[in-house]
């Protein structure tokens, strides 16, 4: 069985300070690795996905890093705005496709 | 990109009644939907996988008969809440997967605020 896990759970920085979010998982076997932001009250916004062959993605100040054989991946934003409070998610596939997700950490930008 | 949708987003409901979420897949064909509850500083919990035609498959701990699934046409699936109780009370966000963005993906829908009094 597929454990995702999250540290730290909430995360409060200044603004300008780069962030890390840590994701683990029990099970190295992944095809993929996803990243996801979701803001209060709302749906998930997808943010990388890094196939199992790679070793980072990157999409602007964002970039994730993935170490499928310690079972690892870190998420940096850098720069960090107001606007980047929300809280991220990640998530790897189960065999058939059904997404385990971690529970997430909670970021607070202050300005 | 793929856009899905819930309606309604928000909903609010007497104990004992049932109420009907739909999630849609607009400019794709989603052969397979799946429901996730979220509660409260919690993550997602997958409900159940849904494929167009077929019958849904329920996760472990999920009652099939309270949590109704349809997935009737490649664009809609609807979870019904039967005879809902505060504790159903729950965030509950729907992701379709498939047609000409494959099956690696699922994108979500914004999700519907339930609330039973």
């Known amino acids: 069985k597929q454990e995702v896990t999250q540290i730290p759970a909430a995360l409060s920085v200044p603004e300008g300070e780069n962030l890390v979010l840590n994701c683990s998982f029990t099970?190295?076997?992944?095809?993929?690795l996803q990243w996801f932001r979701q803001d209060p009250g709302k749906g998930l916004t997808s943010l990388l996905l890094?196939?199992?062959?790679?070793r980072e993605q990157t999409s602007g100040r964002l970039n994730a890093s993935l170490d499928k054989s310690s079972g690892r991946s870190t998420l940096y934003i850098a720069a960090s705005q107001p606007g980047d409070s929300a809280t991220y998610l990640c998530?790897?596939?189960?065999?058939?496709?059904?997404?385990?997700f971690g529970a997430g950490t909670t970021v607070t930008v202050r300005a | 990109g793929a856009v899905v949708s819930q309606h309604p987003s928000r909903v609010i409901c007497k104990s004992g009644t049932s109420v009907k979420i739909e999630c849609r897949s607009l400019?794709?064909?989603?052969?397979?939907m799946f429901w996730y509850r979220q509660f409260p500083k919690q993550s997602l919990m997958l409900m159940a996988t849904?494929?167009?035609?077929?019958?849904?498959?329920?996760e472990q701990g999920v009652e099939k008969d309270k949590f109704l699934i349809n997935h009737a046409s490649l664009t809609l699936s609807t979870l019904t809440v039967t005879s809902a109780h505060p504790e159903d009370s729950s965030f509950y966000i729907c992701?379709?997967?498939?047609?000409?963005?494959?099956?690696?993906?699922?994108?979500f829908g914004p999700g519907t605020r339930l609330t039973v009094l």
């Open positions: 992701s379709a997967s498939g047609g000409v963005y494959g099956t690696d993906t699922q994108y």
């Open positions: 099970d190295s076997a992944i095809y993929n």
């Open positions: 890094i196939q199992s062959s790679q």
């Open positions: 998530a790897v596939p189960l065999n058939d496709y059904k997404l385990s």
């Open positions: 400019d794709f064909q989603a052969t397979t």
């Open positions: 849904s494929n167009e035609g077929s019958k849904a498959t329920y």
